[in-house]
């Protein structure tokens, strides 16, 4: 046998039946059962990275997934450190957390609130899916309220023009925290144009929780100015002071 007549026997005996077997084994396995877009977008989607967000009262110390039973085991929740770094008590903080599935969909939303949150401090918070057969992989924990509780209030009781010109100012100041504060007291005068011609300042050091001390300040305005009223502001010492 030559080689043109092995060329010949092993030729397809009908080249469009197995065109046509090639086309419908395509369309059966690799045409119409390809992923479409919408299933290909399904098949990409993944958790996004945990987040949890401060701000300038609150510091996210440290936050990651509490598992249900060790480490490897389902989520859920969330394990979060917080610390109060405002300059005073935060009578009320809301949380806002949403937990996410390993596609990155929303498994629950939970609301935490923290009362009496005191300055310096720290608390940790186990924040806790109620959704049954829930496995958190992801969160977003986001501070949606905050209430610092006020250290101090003061009122000016009397105010005084003295011969010589000067102003003196007495009052109270009252310490409404839960703790033990240093505060100052710092008095605007303004005269008939209401332009300032000076500002006083007066610390005031170890308020007991509750306590009320009484203040007396003297002001001197320039020469030539007059004091009509004035203004009293609360602040930390610090604050105040810089």
């Known amino acids: 046998m030559t080689e043109k007549d092995n060329i010949q026997d092993i030729r397809p005996a009908n080249i ?39 701000n300038k009262q609150v510091e996210i110390v440290s936050h990651k997934v509490l598992p249900k039973s060790g480490e490897g085991s389902p989520g ?12 005073a ?26 009362t009496d949150f005191q300055c310096d401090k720290t608390r940790i918070l186990r924040i806790v899916t109620s959704a049954e057969n829930a496995d958190v992989k992801s969160y977003e924990v986001k501070i949606t309220n905050i209430a610092v509780t006020p250290v101090a209030v003061a009122t000016g009781d009397e105010r005084k023009i003295l011969p010589n010109g000067d102003v003196n100012v007495s009052g109270m100041i009252k310490n409404v ?3 033990k504060t240093d505060a100052s007291i710092a008095v605007t005068f303004l005269d008939t144009k209401k332009e300032k011609p000076g500002t006083v300042v007066l610390p005031v050091k170890d308020i007991e929780p509750g306590s009320v001390k009484n203040f007396s300040l003297l002001f001197r305005p320039p020469t030539g100015e007059k004091v009509k009223t004035y203004t009293i502001d609360i602040g930390e010492t610090a604050e105040m002071t810089a």
């Open 89 to 114: 008590a935060i009578g009320k903080l809301t949380l806002q957390t949403l937990m996410f599935d390993a596609k990155g969909y929303v498994i629950d939303t939970v609301e935490k609130t923290v």
């Open 76 to 87: 859920k929740g969330v394990y979060l450190e917080i610390k109060n770094i405002a300059s």
């Open 177 to 179: 925290s839960g703790i």
């Open 16 to 54: 469009t039946e197995d065109l046509d077997a090639l086309l419908k084994n395509f369309n059966e396995t690799s045409g119409e059962g390809l992923p479409s877009a919408e299933k290909l977008a399904e098949m990409a989607r993944k958790a996004p990275e945990p987040v949890a967000n401060g």
